[in-house]
Structure formats: structure tokens, C-alpha cells
């Protein structure tokens, strides 16, 4: 059995920026991600024409103060998101939708140059792929000897003074065996803390041309009343690729993809015109689907719930296993910024 220092489990940007940060102060890392992808809930796709479109996070904002520091730091570019032309909201599926516009003056959301995957990218590259192993989902995390053995689906077993589990929660308690079990009132609080966005359905449509915007449409989209919840333009920032990307509602995960799709052109077809049919391509990622994300709850559990709560500061396994993610962040828990806030934090304890 391999004897590593610090062992990080998730390589989001929660256990990518954590690992970055203690590599820096001279620790030793493993970061172990049971998909055969790295991101988590960061996952840009690149269509045929070259336009990047996320399936996860996306947009943050100047409040977002640790992400901005952060694409500072590595020198990665951001841009504004695209708002100008006329905006929709429908209200009812009966009636028109209102149109609206939105001025400059509004607080701008910003996108990464590229996607956001190239945060993920550039932290990965940093850290070395060496230190990063994919396809090893953690299953057992047992006590032994004053040291933590973490055990994989592969079969591989890895001894460590410390383990960083930057797994949502509710997954980590409902995915992964504690030997011994972890405090009774700890499961309860990961039970019932929200995973951001676990429960959503982000789609794109992948376009030649922005017809929208030659009508101008600003491509932003709120619905009350139609399968398209909310949707934005989703050029590129050098507008040399185009898509229109969203929410959809997340009802419709009981539907075929093939069903939603037809229900997303149909409706961009009613809003925007005959072009809408003419796309390249249509995807989609149902995020309640995606097991390393997602896991039901026990009970109702609303957004945000216990997000933050300040028993994540606590380490657990007698000071040997830290729970961290975007979840446990003090500050914008859920988001990017939380889950660079959290990686931070506990950074600043080694
Ligand atoms: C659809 C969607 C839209 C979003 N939009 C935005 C946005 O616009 N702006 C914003 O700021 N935030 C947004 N977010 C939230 C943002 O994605 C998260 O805050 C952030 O990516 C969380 O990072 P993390 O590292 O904490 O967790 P994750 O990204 O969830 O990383 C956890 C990692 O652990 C891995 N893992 C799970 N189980 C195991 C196991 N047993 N063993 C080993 N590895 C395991 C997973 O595969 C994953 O890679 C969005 C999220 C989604 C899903």
C-alpha cells in the first residue's frame, strides 16, 4: 500500500484549486476522481463549428471576488456576458411573450475566454496529471493505525495522515463507507444539505449563424409557462461560434431526450423564427442523472439548505478527514466562488 501525504477525493475545482494551493506550500498531493473526465460540475463541450458550450457552471459576477482573483493569478481572460437587443419573458404559454430590454448599467456576468473548463485545464496542468488519478471512485474510507486507508473501486488502497473529500455531501455519506461510522449528527446535517444545481437540466443549441441576434434578440429568455426556463446567447467571446444555451424546466426529466428536444426547437422556432429549425446540434445534461453529482434526498431538502453550515469547519476521524466542496463554503456556497473559497480555507489550516 502506497503511503501518500495529503489525499484530496474529487477533481472539481474545489479539490483541483486545493491541491494547487497546498502543492504551493510544499505538500504533497493525490487527488483521486472517480470519473474518467476531471471538472465535476464544470463540463464544457466544443460543437463542430467550434463554439464551447457549458453544461455546468458558467457565470460569475464582481461579488464573486475569489474566482476573479483566482483567473487573475493564472492569467485567464474573462468577457461580459452578452445582453444587448430585445429580451422575452413569458408569462403564459397563451399569450406573446413580453419584450424587455437590459441596460448597460446592469451588474454584468462574466464567462471565461475559452469555456470554463479552461480554469479546470490550467489547474490541472499546474498541479501535473501525475498527481491526479481518474477512473478511481472512492468507496471506503477506513481508520487504522493513526492513519486513514481509502479504498477505490479498482481495488487500489492508499494509506494518509489526511483525506480532503471535496464530494458534494449528501453523496459523500450516501456513497462512500466509514469505518468507524462518522457522528450520527453529521450524517443527519449531509443528508439534508443541498447540492446546487444537482436537480437541474442545462441544454444548448449549437447555430451557424446568431440569427437572434440579426433580428435583434439579445438571445435572454425567461419562461414561466414553456419547457425553456431561462436561456442566454452563447457566442463566443471573438463571436466566431454561436449557441443559445439554458434551463430547462426540471420537470421534464421525465421526458426523452428526444422529446425535449423537439419541445426546445419548437419553442425557439415560435420565439425567434424558421431559422431555429436550421441548428447544427442539440445537447444536454439531465444533472440528476449524473451520479458522481447527484443523489436523491431522504427527505425535502431546499436550495441552498445548510449550505455553509459551520459544522463543515469541523474535521472529523479524529482531525484526519476534512469535508470540503463548493457546499461547505462560508462565503457563496454552491458556487464557483464558494467552492475556490472553500479550497482556500482549508488550505490556510496546513
Ligand atoms: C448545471 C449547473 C450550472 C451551474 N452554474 C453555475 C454558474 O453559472 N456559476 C457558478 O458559480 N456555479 C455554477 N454551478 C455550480 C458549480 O458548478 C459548483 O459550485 C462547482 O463546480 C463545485 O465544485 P466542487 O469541486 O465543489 O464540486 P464538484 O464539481 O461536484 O466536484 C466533485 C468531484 O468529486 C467526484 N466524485 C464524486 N464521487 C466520488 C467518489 N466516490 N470518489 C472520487 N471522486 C468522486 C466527482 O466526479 C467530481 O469531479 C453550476 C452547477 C451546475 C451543475
Known sequence: MKKEKVILIGAGLCGLYTAFLLQKKGIEVLVLEANTRIGGRIKTLTGTTGVTMEMGATWFGNQHRHILEV????????????????????????????????????????????G???????????????????????????????????????????????????????????????????????????????????????????????????????????????IIQEMYDHSTADNSGFALK??????TSVLSREERKEKVIAQLATFFGPEATDYVAYYENVWREEPLTFQPYEQLVLAHQNNGHSSYKNPLQKGKLYVSGAETATQNPGYMDGAIFAAKTLASQF
Open 246 to 251: 439554458g434551463f430547462l424546466n426540471g420537470g
Open 71 to 114: 483567473l487573475y493569478t493564472l492569467e485567464l481572460p474573462y468577457f461580459r456576458q452578452h445582453t444587448q437587443g430585445v429580451s422575452l419573458f413569458e408569462t403564459m404559454s397563451f399569450v406573446p411573450p413580453q419584450k424587455f430590454e437590459i441596460a448597460d448599467s446592469e451588474e454584468p456576468s462574466f464567462r471565461i475566454v475559452g
Open 116 to 226: 470554463t473548463a479552461t480554469l479546470i485545464e490550467k489547474l490541472a496542468s499546474e498541479i501535473g496529471m501525475q498527481n491526479i488519478k481518474t477512473g478511481s471512485k472512492i468507496t471506503t474510507i477506513k481508520e487504522e493505525n493513526n492513519q486513514l486507508i481509502v479504498m477505490d473501486t479498482a481495488g487500489n488502497s492508499y494509506s494518509t495522515d489526511k483525506v480532503i473529500s471535496t464530494i458534494p455531501p449528501n453523496l459523500l455519506v450516501n456513497s462512500v463507507v466509514f469505518e468507524p461510522n462518522l457522528p450520527e449528527t453529521f450524517l443527519q446535517l449531509a443528508k439534508k444539505t443541498h447540492t446546487w444545481m444537482g436537480e437541474s437540466i442545462k441544454f444548448a443549441v449549437e447555430y451557424k449563424t446568431p440569427f437572434w441576434k440579426q433580428k435583434n434578440y439579445s438571445g435572454t429568455l425567461f419562461s414561466q409557462a414553456s
